[in-house]
């Protein structure tokens, strides 16, 4: 029996199938590669020694879909597939919510048609907008979206747990990420967007680090934080890897029907504090400049993690001056990202 991962060549999904390589389990993955490269799949048999099986495509095709499902034994999906860029989705909304929810409802018409039970959803903070006071608990108020991105993965909880409430047998856990951060201790996978001009705060500095662009933009300096500058719970990606795996365990064995938990560190470190750490791991100052903050920021943002700590056994373990020397140990060794298309 097979974990299916669809989007498992991606940034989270690559390293969440070593972690499941790396017990064991026999891995398919499916993936239309609109953000990553072919090239990631050897590098998962260089770590591993194990190559999964792989499908070039994308959820939206029905019938790649039902080969994937007739070709295989599939016990439970890991679902990353989709597009991730709060502020891309902002110009480009019915994208974003055509792609990624109709992608999970023709994986679930698959799964009922082909009786898989078990699915795992790669859900987001941003579904909790900006909350009123951190941390987020699970319990807090959700919807209050700021992008069609964030909107999208609210939406796509809902549908979940409207399916597993309407049919026996089903089960789904969301899991809400925060910052994700860092790379394989190994450097032979790690963040690669793809983008010359990053979003994101972590490949931005790596990029002013490596010299391909000049300095750091602060977003702001007047937050109400040690100083002044943005706070977040940068989580790293191999932290966030195993908290599939332990999400992957409590479906298998329970009868939860549908469920939702925060993947953070429950810690919160500023921009300020993040480009000091990747100074010490890289031992280059980083030129920044502070200037107005970024539109649709929200001001601070870290995880309530207790109900994945006590339910799910996880807890994150990397810290983030760890997810600094990672990423760095990445770009160094790959500071064009995957070569190969
Ligand atoms: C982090 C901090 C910025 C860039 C991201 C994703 C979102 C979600 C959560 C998945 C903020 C500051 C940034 C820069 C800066 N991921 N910053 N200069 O906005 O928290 O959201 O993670 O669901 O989809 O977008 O991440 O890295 O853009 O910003 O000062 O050049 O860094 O103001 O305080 P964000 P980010």
Same mark, same amino acid.
């Given at each position: 029996?097979?974990?299916l ?9 690559? =390293? ?15 993936? &239309?590669?609109? $953000?990553? *490269?072919?090239?990631?799949l050897?590098?998962?048999?260089a ?6 099986k792989?499908?070039k ?14 070709? %295989?034994k599939?016990?439970?999906i890991?679902?990353? /597939? ?8 902002i110009?480009? @909304?019915?994208?974003?919510?055509n792609? &990624? ?5 023709? #994986?679930? %018409? ?8 078990? #699915?795992v ?9 900006t909350?009123?006071?951190?941390p987020?608990?699970?319990?807090d ?8 991105y ?5 939406l ?11 049919r ?10 925060? $910052?994700?951060?860092?790379? =394989? ?12 001009? @990053?979003? $994101? ?10 010299g391909q662009?000049?300095?750091?933009k ?8 040690? !100083? ?10 191999? !932290?966030?890897?195993?908290? =599939?795996? /332990?999400?992957? $365990?409590?479906?298998n ?38 200037? !107005?903050? *970024? ?12 109900? /994945? &700590?006590?339910i ?22 790959? @500071? ?6």
């Open positions: 029996m097979s974990v991962v669809t989007g498992g060549t991606g940034f989270i999904g690559s =390293h969440t199938v070593v972690e499941l390589l790396n017990v064991g389990e026999d891995v398919v993955i499916v993936d &239309n590669l609109c $953000n990553s *490269r072919i090239e990631v050897e590098r998962i048999t770590i591993t020694g194990k190559t999964p792989f499908y495509g994308d959820l939206l095709d029905v019938e790649l879909v039902e080969r994937v499902f007739s070709e %295989n599939i016990d439970s890991i679902h990353f /597939a989709g597009l991730k860029s709060g502020a891309e989705s110009l480009e @909304p019915g994208k974003y919510l792609t &990624n929810i109709i992608s999970t409802f023709n #994986l679930l %018409n698959a799964m009922e048609k082909h009786n898989v039970y078990k #699915l959803f790669s859900s987001s903070a941003t579904v909790y907008g909350p009123e006071e951190v987020d608990y699970e319990i108020l959700v919807g209050k979206v700021c992008s069609p964030g909107l999208s993965k609210y796509i909880e809902l549908l979940l747990k409207d399916f597993a409430s309407q026996k047998d089903f089960k789904f856990i969301a899991l809400r990420y925060f $910052n994700l951060v860092g790379a =394989h201790p190994s450097g032979l996978i790690g963040e690669d967007d793809g983008q010359s001009i @990053p979003n $994101n705060l972590v490949p931005y500095i790596t990029k002013v680090l490596l662009l000049p300095y750091l602060v977003y702001g300096n007047s937050y109400d934080t040690v !100083d002044g500058t943005g706070l977040r719970d940068y989580i790293h990606v191999v !932290d966030l890897a195993k908290g =599939h795996l /332990a999400a992957l $365990n409590y479906l064995n329970t009868d939860v029907k549908f469920d939702v938990f925060n993947l953070g560190t429950g810690k919160g470190t500023t921009v300020l504090q993040l480009v000091a750490a990747f100074e010490k791991v890289s031992g280059k100052k980083i030129p920044y400049q502070i200037t !107005d903050i *970024r539109p649709g920021d929200v001001p601070l943002s870290f995880a309530s993690v207790e109900k /994945a &700590n006590k799910l056994g996880w807890k994150a373990e990397y810290t983030y001056e760890d997810c600094a020397r990672d990423s760095w140990n990445w770009q160094v060794k790959n @500071p064009y990202g995957y070569s190969k298309e």
